[in-house]
């Protein structure tokens, strides 16, 4: 079964940075488009970036300009390098292929407060 492992969440103060990274047990990661999911507690997961297979990125307004994703084919690793990180970033983040109906992994915490 594939799987899913989100590590590099942690506690930070706001204006700091963070990386996450998926790394995928299946070669699906090189077919599909990969993008990295926010969930606040008591709410659904909200896409907050997206790369495709040609590596073109999207973003939500939320993190324009501060989060960049990129994907290393070769390792089957997803990144999100989170700067100038704001309380309202705080949350769960989860990597999936989009549009894939695969089990969610454990997700890595991202806590952003002074």
């Known amino acids: 079964q594939v799987q899913l492992v989100e590590s590099g969440g942690g506690f930070v103060q706001p204006g700091e940075s963070l990386t996450l990274s998926c790394t995928v047990s299946?070669?699906?990661?090189?077919?599909?488009?990969m993008g990295w999911y926010r969930r606040d507690p008591g709410k659904q997961r909200e896409l907050v970036a997206l790369?495709?297979?040609?590596?073109?990125?999207n973003y939500s307004d939320a993190v324009k300009g501060r989060f960049t994703i990129s994907r290393d084919d070769d390792k089957n690793t997803l990144y999100l390098q989170m700067n100038s990180l704001k309380p309202e970033d705080t949350g769960s983040y989860y990597c999936?292929?989009?549009?894939?109906?695969?089990?969610w992994g454990q997700g890595t915490q991202v806590t952003v407060s002074s």
């Open positions: 299946d070669r699906i990661f090189r077919l599909a488009s």
């Open positions: 999936m292929p989009i549009g894939s109906s695969l089990p």
């Open positions: 790369i495709t297979r040609a590596h073109v990125s």
